[in-house]
């Protein structure tokens, strides 16, 4: 018989069974004690040790899954964690294994008299340990959907399980929905948490009261609390300092360190420690589950919130490890745009000096430098940041007795965005390439490399930004050739690598799939709620007026709500954002396709994907100039000028006069989309401005001009057209397009010495001598 | 038209064409058939495309090979209807050009085989130095354009372009002379002297030609369209990952492998004879003693939903036991609670109920539904006998006090037909006092 303290939050099957075993001793079975040594062989790394005991237990106790199992994850760890695919099947074998014999053992006890003394231990066939360690493999190999979709049966179930496993499947369940974004999912799974491993924090009272405490325990300089002590006022005191550069970051840290000298670094995350200690003390949880309510606002973007929570979450970390929440602060700092501050308690947060955490430190501080515009240091950090992190996978993870916390492929994704800002798009797409095992479900990556498909098409085709003409004959017969600049195809696979406008447009294309299944999804999960733990309120929270539920949100927060309550607003509030977002992404994916498709000479689905762009609601002016512009080309090039014109005249003032399509407030709206919930607002001129160059409003109207002249050109009114050319060229002079229909126009109105001024005036003309010098050798 | 399908035509056909263009004194017959034995058909297209470039401009050409590169163009669509040919309208408006040499626009006639116009193979035996001497204008009137187009117009083939802008497209040569200011650029001096030192501005028609011939591609000049790439889409600074370490998810070792099952044994055994008979009140501790030590148990201890009204028939302290136990889940305390509603209502069922209402906080729809179940229940007993019934009703008045009076259920709610109950057995006593209660609540 167990004797436990019931005041204990969590209890440790490991820990009874140990008890249980010491007392009874004598009593134990040869293959118990066989069990014993194989268990600890394991913890100490003898895995080799361990394989034979399994072997020995196997041959008395013939295809127990069980011991199946445990061979299974000991022959994977003396393998140095590398063969994860073998690992998988062997595991699905076990579980189906013990699900046949379950079943089978169930029958049995259905037919017998019930009288009778057969017992079956459900214990004996369980098979929640294998699932959970199949979804942990996928986990690592960044499979997260699947590795969900192996947990939710478990955590639908999770009342009957012990709470160490329990919180092991949370726990997971927890970085799955991190990783996919997905607040539904994360808020279910912490909500029951909160329920049942929760200890009675989140009421703002108590916050409060533990304020109070943490403050009085100031004065009694213990070492861990003066740590962070100093850690607080480097970063204060860091911050006066104007200066930013990466070196004067280190020597404040380097300061710091001094400071802190006394303090043993206590590593980041150690909840889940290694398998022999596995009891949570109910203060490490408290601590945990703060850091991940953080998180969860930092993800729902309601940092407002996030900055409360978080100054809570130091206040529990002041007694331990106060390096997660450092670093959370410097998240929240650094998706309000206050990058100096973020940069500080990056480094206060010590976590490069860890090996396991230095590629995160590299790239977080990759991200600051990005979002400061510094593309060579940030680029510099991410490529450390991988370093470190294929360093860590040399090493011998045995040793650590966990698996590496491979980031490898996010840094990558982090690294192709850099490289598309740079202009680099081969190199940006072979990154995007390869993260795209993690993020190939989202949509927004598939535009990525459609992105990096067309810069290379500008880039790599330079003279498509040129007129040429061919200069021929000499003297008095000097003729002039222009050509209809027919452009090489992009197939080049010297200069472009794979990347190709098909590409493009098949990139575009998965992208669009996906948003709009995940549009779907969305529209439906608003109707039905899927998760079924403690979901009643997020129906009530997601159909209510969400403008509302943010006020609620304030006056809860006023009032001192419930966990719950903060988390449901900022997720429905996060919901808003996040559907906001996707109709951005769809925006620029339906315009990038009508794009590509012109380019690949498919007028009828460039006119298809411009209508959808068009037919979208709210959709920003800029792609709606956009839309009626690519719309108005694809009606010329399949011979409906009159529909095309109609596109055009939506622009129209009076008879030849065009309004500006859109402001220079809308390109700017657009730039910032989602971060207006930031309360600062990021420096335009720095980071993103760079981002995108676009035709500024008054060459939107050039092209608009323009392109109304080259369609009256084309239906015979060159008067009208030369007009309309004319405008165009004052607001665009030495536009390509622009000067090349101004010729024709001017040779169609029989003015071939205007259009030879033209020309000849024109900086972007290449006069290309004809071939004589070739044949006369 | 596929722009990307620009073709050039070679060097050596570029030559052999000039040197056809040359040959006025041989048959044009010859010069045709010699055209087609040199030049593959494939390049047709190409050196007609150049030709009539070069024909649009009259300078460019003299009289003679004027003639022999419209033979050319001719020759090359001869096995065709005229419509086929993609050079018919330059053909057309070259002959009703009045700008032109007659003796040209009647070849041009003779070559469209128009009316009377018909003797071309007599007209091609002719070298076309010959043709043009022995041409007699007055022999011969000319159609209006108009005529003609509509005598080919309509048949006329819409050629390779597809779409307007190069329907439009124009094919035409700028003139740039490069001669001193000042002075004639058609005037001969500036044409290249044989012998003679080459002088500013002048140039060698020659030259011109094949270069013209060489350079010229497909496309002619359409108006252009302007199509801004879409921007890029900006990086919101969520899109850049930052990256917290996340928990150290290991792989779990099962430490129930080849553990003691024993435990929890005796609970299922014990359970097992509690759904049969009563058990011993110690029987009864131990199990209570087990599942308030481990409180999974609970789940695995083999007592299921189905199960569970034999158990409350025969143990309902256990029952309660269970069910407290159960409460934290909430989706198979459900289960167990549907049990509750549908079995037979009992005394035992309904001590159950009442200790379960005391000890946890039960869902409202649970309580509502057992009650009317309870109300149904006495009304069906009807047909057996009446003192059962009786039975029944007083049990049921007696539960529904009790929950009144511990507040557990809103009389309110099912105030109507906790009335009609009472009213429809006032010969029972207890159901009058009920009664009184729900009156006294009012």
């Not at chain 1, 002039?480 to 990347?499: A, F, P, R």
């Not at chain 1, 380019?599 to 006119?607: G, R, S, T, V």
Request: hydrophobic share 40%; aromatic share 6%; charged share 25%.
């Amino acid at each position: 018989m167990d004797s436990r303290d019931p005041s204990s939050a969590v209890a440790s099957d490991a820990a009874r069974d140990a008890s249980l075993l010491s007392e009874d001793a004598a009593v134990l079975s040869v293959t118990s004690t066989l069990a014993k040594s194989a268990l600890s062989c394991f913890q100490s790394g003898k895995f080799e040790d361990c394989i034979d005991i399994l072997i020995q237990l196997d041959q008395k106790q013939h295809n127990d899954p069980k011991v199946l199992h445990n061979m299974a994850i000991a022959e994977y760890f003396k393998g140095g964690c590398s063969k994860s695919k073998k690992l998988l099947e062997e595991l699905n074998c076990v579980k189906k294994q013990s699900e046949e014999l379950a079943s089978a053992a169930r029958e049995q006890v259905e037919a017998v008299n019930p009288g009778t003394n057969v017992s079956v231990s459900k214990d004996q066939f369980d098979s929640t340990v294998t699932t959970l360690n199949i979804a942990v493999t996928w986990f690592h190999m960044h499979q997260f959907t699947k590795s969900s979709s192996i947990l939710e049966p478990l955590f639908q179930n999770i009342g009957r399980l012990n709470e160490t496993i329990a919180l092991q499947i949370c726990f997971l369940l927890l970085d799955i929905a991190l990783a996919c974004h997905d607040a539904v999912k994360f808020s279910a799974v912490f909500d029951y948490m909160d329920k049942a491993f929760g200890v009675g924090f989140g009421s703002h009272e108590e916050n409060g009261s533990t304020m109070q405490l943490s403050s009085n325990q100031g004065s009694k300089t213990s070492s861990l609390l003066s740590s962070s002590v100093v850690a607080d006022t480097v970063a204060e005191s860091s911050l006066c300092e104007e200066t930013l550069d990466y070196d004067n970051v280190l020597a404040a840290e380097y300061d710091a360190e001094k400071r802190m000298k006394s303090v043993g670094h206590i590593p980041a995350n150690n909840l889940l420690k290694t398998l022999s200690e596995r009891s949570f003390s109910t203060a490490d949880l408290k601590l945990e589950l703060q850091l991940y309510k953080v998180r969860f606002l930092l993800l729902t973007r309601n940092l407002k919130l996030a900055k409360r929570e978080v100054k809570h979450a130091m206040n529990i970390a002041q007694k331990r490890d106060s390096s997660m929440a450092l670093l959370l602060k410097s998240q929240l700092e650094y998706a309000h745009g206050n990058h100096q501050k973020a940069m500080k308690l990056l480094v206060v947060s010590g976590i490069h000096k860890e090996a396991g955490t230095s590629g995160i430190f590299n790239n977080n501080l990759g991200c600051i430098y990005y979002q400061l515009g510094k593309y060579e240091a940030s680029s510099q950090l991410f490529s450390k940041a991988l370093r470190s992190c294929s360093s860590l996978r040399n090493e011998k993870p045995v040793k650590t007795f966990s698996l590496s916390q491979n980031k490898s492929l996010l840094i990558t994704y982090n690294m192709g965005l850099l490289y598309l800002a740079r202009g680099e798009p081969l190199l940006a797409a072979q990154c995007f390439q390869k993260a795209s095992v993690v993020f190939c479900r989202q949509p927004l990556i598939w535009l990525r490399l459609a992105e990096c498909c067309m810069m290379a098409l500008q880039n790599g085709l330079l003279d498509r930004s040129e007129i040429r003409v061919n200069v021929v004959g000499k003297g008095k017969y000097r003729k002039l050739m222009i050509e209809e600049n027919g452009h090489l195809e992009l197939d080049g696979s010297t200069q472009c690598g794979k990347l190709s406008l098909p590409l493009a447009r098949a990139c575009l294309s998965n992208g669009i799939y996906l948003l709009n299944e995940s549009l779907l999804n969305e529209s439906k999960s608003d109707r039905e709620s899927t998760l079924s733990v403690g979901m009643n309120e997020t129906k009530e929270a997601s159909s209510a007026d969400h403008g509302e539920a943010n006020t609620n949100s304030d006056l809860k927060e006023a009032k001192g709500g419930l966990n719950q309550d903060i988390m449901q607003s900022s997720l429905s509030a996060f919901k808003d954002i996040q559907s906001r977002e996707k109709l951005l992404i769809k925006q620029a994916l339906l315009a990038n396709m009508a794009y590509v498709e012109l380019e690949l000479e498919n007028p009828i689905k460039a006119l298809a994907a411009a209508n959808s762009l068009l037919q979208l609601p709210d959709c920003s002016k800029i792609y709606v100039f956009l839309g009626h512009l690519y719309a108005a080309e694809a009606l010329c090039l399949l011979n409906r000028p009159v529909e095309a014109g109609a596109h055009l005249s939506a622009y129209l003032v009076g008879q030849d006069d065009f309004k500006l399509p859109y402001e220079q407030e809308d390109f700017d709206q657009w730039r910032m989309h989602t971060s207006s919930e930031c309360e600062e607002t990021l420096d335009s001129s720095t980071g993103n401005a760079r981002d995108s160059v676009f035709l500024k409003p008054e060459e939107a109207r050039g092209a608009l001009f323009a392109d109304l002249a080259a369609l009256l050109a084309t239906q015979g009114h060159h008067d009208q057209a030369k007009a309309m050319i004319t405008h165009a060229l004052t607001l665009l002079p030495n536009n390509v397009q622009a000067t090349v229909t101004a010729v024709y126009i001017d040779m169609m109105l029989g003015r071939s010495q205007d259009a030879l001024t033209r020309l000849k005036q024109c900086t972007r003309v290449s006069f290309v001598p004809g071939r004589l010098e070739v044949r006369a050798s | 038209m596929n722009r990307s399908t620009t073709v050039l035509m070679k060097i050596e056909e570029s030559a052999t064409v000039l040197s056809l263009l040359k040959s006025d004194l041989l048959p044009m017959e010859a010069v045709l058939s010699e055209f087609n034995s040199k030049l593959q058909s494939s390049s047709h297209l190409a050196v007609c495309n150049s030709l009539s470039m070069m024909l649009q401009e009259q300078k460019m050409l003299c009289g003679t090979e004027r003639l022999i590169a419209f033979g050319i163009i001719y020759k090359c669509y001869s096995s065709q209807k005229p419509s086929f040919n993609p050079f018919l309208s330059e053909m057309i408006s070259a002959a009703c050009n009045e700008q032109l040499e007659k003796s040209e626009r009647a070849f041009l006639l003779h070559l469209l085989q128009w009316n009377n116009y018909n003797n071309v193979k007599e007209i091609l035996k002719q070298s076309a130095v010959d043709y043009i001497r022995s041409f007699d204008p007055s022999t011969h009137d000319f159609p209006e354009l108009g005529e003609l187009q509509r005598e080919y117009g309509d048949k006329a083939d819409p050629g390779p372009s597809s779409h307007i802008f190069a329907d439009y497209s124009l094919k035409k040569l700028l003139h740039d002379p490069d001669v001193p200011r000042g002075c004639d650029p058609d005037s001969p001096e500036f044409d290249v002297q044989p012998g003679g030192n080459p002088r500013i501005g002048s140039g060698d028609r020659d030259e011109a030609l094949s270069g013209l011939l060489e350079n010229s591609t497909m496309a002619g000049l359409a108006p252009r369209w302007i199509r801004p790439c879409p921007p890029r889409y900006s990086v919101h600074q969520s899109e850049l990952l930052w990256i917290d370490p996340d928990n150290k998810h290991e792989l779990v070792w099962d430490d129930k492998m080849c553990a003691d099952t024993s435990r929890g044994a005796t609970v299922r055994d014990l359970l097992v004879k509690g759904l049969k008979m009563t058990l011993s009140p110690s029987e009864q501790e131990d199990i209570t003693t087990e599942l308030t030590n481990d409180p999974k148990l609970v789940y695995h201890c083999g007592i299921t939903a189905r199960k569970l009204p034999q158990l409350v028939e025969h143990n309902p302290q256990i029952a309660v036991e269970i069910l407290t136990k159960l409460n934290n889940n909430k989706e198979i305390l459900d289960e167990f609670l549907a049990a509750l509603v549908n079995m037979d209502m009992s005394l035992h069922s309904m001590e159950v109920v009442n200790r379960l209402t005391t000890a946890v906080e039960l869902p409202k729809e649970f309580i509502r539904s057992y009650i009317t179940n309870c109300i149904s229940s006495c009304e069906n007993a009807k047909q057996q006998d009446k003192y059962m019934q009786n039975r029944l009703v007083r049990l049921v008045c007696v539960f529904l006090q009790s929950l009144i009076r511990n507040n557990i259920i809103n009389v309110k709610d099912l105030f109507i037909e906790v009335q009609a109950f009472c009213i429809e057995f006032s010969r029972v006593r207890e159901a009058a006092g009920l009664f009184r209660l729900l009156k006294t609540l009012e």
